[in-house]
Nanobody, 119 residues
Framework: QLQASGGGLVQAGGSLRLSCAAS????????MGWFRQAPGKEREFVAT????????LYADSVKGRFTLSRDNAKNTVYLQMNSLKPEDTAVYYC??????????????WGQGTLVTVSS
């Protein structure tokens, strides 16, 4: 199971940190990804981190603003989001799977946490 948390309402330019806690599987065996879905849009890739944390991939839209990290001892992955923009508004989902940006490749998903960025 994956439990995402940390969403909320923030003004443009602000920051939020999302967390995703994993249980029930060997967390350190899997890459962990974050995806987001805005109203009326398809779910899109945000970032993913390899099982060791040694490789991280970001979507161009968040590169330089978002930082993904993981703590395998705590079975938790973190998405630090800085310089937030209104277009970052979406439900954010964490997922476990292979190290890829392809949303369809992930087989385990959290419930989502809403991030709203006001202008």
């Amino acid at each position: 199971q994956l439990q995402a948390s940390g969403g909320g309402l923030v003004q443009a330019g602000g920051s939020l940190r999302l967390s995703c806690a994993a249980s029930g599987r060997t967390f350190s065996n899997y890459a962990m990804g974050w995806f987001r879905q805005a109203p009326g849009k398809e779910r899109e890739f945000v970032a993913t981190i390899s099982w060791s944390g040694g490789k991280i991939l970001y979507a161009d839209s968040v590169k330089g603003r978002f930082t993904l990290s993981r703590d395998n001892a705590k079975n938790t992955v973190y998405l630090q989001m800085n310089s937030l923009k209104p277009e970052d508004t979406a439900v954010y989902y964490c997922a476990a799977g292979p190290y890829t940006s392809a949303v369809g490749s992930y087989d385990s998903w959290g419930q989502g946490t809403l991030v709203t960025v006001s202008s």
